[in-house]
């Protein structure tokens, strides 16, 4: 089924101006199955000359897209959640091969991505400015307009759902958008572009570059990019903002983060189990707001450890094409050293491995594949670099707490400040503890809850700015002020006039 779409990708092609167009450069990407090793499709490293075309067909897209009502990009914008709607189960199938993901999972989260499309299409003609009256006679009024060209720069572990969060914003209010989707899942980015023309976009509105690193930075760097917007690491956050601020641009950045879950005495332990299992292992611990550092209440720790080891060796952890399946690889080799040079750290600093920390026995092909077990970390300590650092793996660790103040004290001990959980029963706790813990997206009794009218966006290394909801669409736009003097006649300074601003 998957395979159905990855051939609909011609050879050595980019796609930018509403058509597939051979990449100049020469140098390719692989595209791995990292459940087995296995290669899925190549894919051009575009150069500097690639992305100045594509960047050439997004300024010329612009022209058009930008004059268009806000009425018509929506009902473009819902044809194209009609496509997606209708491919959804190989799209779920791509991206499970792709990503490694299981598959129950990537078909749980691919049926809500349309709703981006459809609320920003919505949410952008009911966009209304103000208009005061203010001192003097004079009437003032505000204009929203498009920026221009949208560098949209993603990571692998939600190829499809970051990018469309991404795009139906920028979409919406205006912009045309330069993709450029992460070397590690690049290929349905490249079909959404395809997609788009289907659906009746005009020419050079979703334009795809692949490429690695070097690509994205030539992308901030090109002329033509009025804005970028990334979802990545944090170190290359860093190098983003950089380019963007020499150049003035404004820049929205998605980046790292190391989730702390804090659990009260008060919930029932299954519950509380459940929500801690939910929160570390979904999508093999590789999300921005995967829960990472458990701080639990002392009264429940030992339980609560014992009843995490349990669930967590009931994972089945294997081939991701399969429903039984809970949980696949990690994205790629790297990820999967990453995670076990984390795990033999934690062990050297004295952490207690619960359960977990080896690599799954599992049958060819998947003996090849970039596997870890669900492993678990008792009495880690702040300052360990497990506590510290993300793993971005199914790896995580849990602390006791005496107190509440030492549970903020200890999640706010942390460069990030994304995504936290809070879990109690006591609506007083709840509210004292999601005021005093640093994070853009605190979620009591839950946990990774995303809507399109829910904002989401970090503090501090976790980046700047917000995806989702009202905040996500202004920011993609720029606002002028128009000051209309109403009084009959005009102030003359030169003639003795009294006001000068
Ligand atoms: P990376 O930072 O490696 O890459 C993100 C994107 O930026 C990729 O397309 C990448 O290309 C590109 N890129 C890399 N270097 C540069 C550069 N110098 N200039 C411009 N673009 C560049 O992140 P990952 O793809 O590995 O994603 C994982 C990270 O993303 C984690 O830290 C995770 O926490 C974060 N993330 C944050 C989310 C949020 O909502 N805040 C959501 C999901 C993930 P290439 O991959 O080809 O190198």
């Known amino acids: 089924m998957s395979d159905s779409l990855l051939k609909t990708v011609p050879a050595n092609s980019l796609h930018y101006g509403g058509q597939w167009r051979k990449a100049r450069g020469r140098s390719k990407i692989l595209v791995r199955n990292p459940a087995t090793q296995e290669v899925l499709a190549e894919v051009p490293a575009a150069e500097e000359e690639d992305v100045a075309a594509a960047a050439a067909a997004a300024r010329e897209g ?94 692998w572990n939600h190829p499809i759902l970051i990018l469309v969060k991404k795009m139906s914003a920028a ?5 045309t958008c330069l993709i450029k989707p992460s070397e590690l899942a690049p290929v349905s980015a490249l079909i959404l572009a395809d997609w788009c023309r289907e659906a009746g976009f005009p020419p050079g509105v979703v334009n795809v570059v692949t490429g690695e690193g070097a690509t994205g930075a030539a992308i ?72 990472t550092r458990f701080l639990v209440s002392d009264k429940i720790y030992e339980a609560f450890v014992a009843s995490l080891k349990k669930r967590a060796e009931a994972i089945r952890v294997g081939d991701p094409s399969q429903t039984e399946t809970d949980m696949g690889p990690v994205i790629s080799q790297a990820s999967a050293a990453r995670c076990h040079e984390h795990i033999a750290t934690a062990l050297a600093e004295g952490a207690r491995l619960v359960t977990g920390g080896g690599k799954p026995v599992l049958a060819a092909p998947f003996d090849s594949g970039n596997f870890v077990e669900p492993t678990v970390f008792a009495d880690v300590r702040p300052e360990m670099r497990l506590f510290q650092e993300e793993v971005f793996g199914p790896v995580v660790s849990v602390t006791p707490v005496k107190s509440e103040e030492e549970a903020v004290q200890f999640a706010n001990n942390s460069p990030f400040g994304l995504g936290a959980g809070i879990w109690t029963r006591d609506v007083g706790r709840a509210h004292r503890l999601a005021s005093a813990v640093r994070a853009g997206v605190i979620w009591i009794n839950d946990h990774h809850k995303n809507d399109p009218r829910s904002i989401w966006g970090g503090f501090q290394d976790s980046g700047l700015g917000k995806e989702n909801g009202w905040d996500a669409l202004k920011s993609r736009m720029r606002k002028r002020s128009v000051i209309v003097r109403t009084a009959p006649n005009f102030d003359d300074w030169f003639a003795g006039g009294a006001r000068y601003g």
């Not at 194209?80 to 990503?99: K, N, Q």
């Not at 979409?171 to 912009?175: I, V």
Request: charged share 20%; aromatic share 6%.
């Open 62 to 155: 612009f022209a058009v897209w930008a004059s268009l009502d806000a009425a018509e990009r929506a009902r473009l914008m819902v044809v194209l959640a009609g496509i997606m709607r209708a491919r959804m189960d190989d799209l779920a199938a791509l991206e499970s091969l792709v990503t490694g993901r299981a598959i129950r999972e990537m078909r749980a989260q691919m049926g809500r991505i349309p709703e981006w499309l459809e609320y920003f299409a919505a949410i952008a003609q009911g966009l209304e400015g103000e208009s005061n009256r203010v001192k003097g006679g004079f009437v003032t009024l505000t204009h929203y307009e498009p920026i221009g060209v949208a560098a949209l720069l993603t990571s």
């Open 171 to 175: 979409l919406a209010a205006g912009n």
């Open 220 to 291: 901030c760097r090109a002329p033509d990019v009025g804005m970028v917007d990334l979802t990545g690491g944090t170190a290359t956050g860093r190098k983003v903002a950089a380019i963007a601020a020499e150049r003035l641009i404004p820049a929205m950045l998605e980046l790292g983060g190391k989730a702390p879950i804090v659990i009260w005495d008060d919930v029932p332990l299954e519950e509380a189990t459940a929500g801690a299992l939910f929160a570390a292992f979904v999508a093999s611990g590789q999300t921005c707001v995967s829960g």
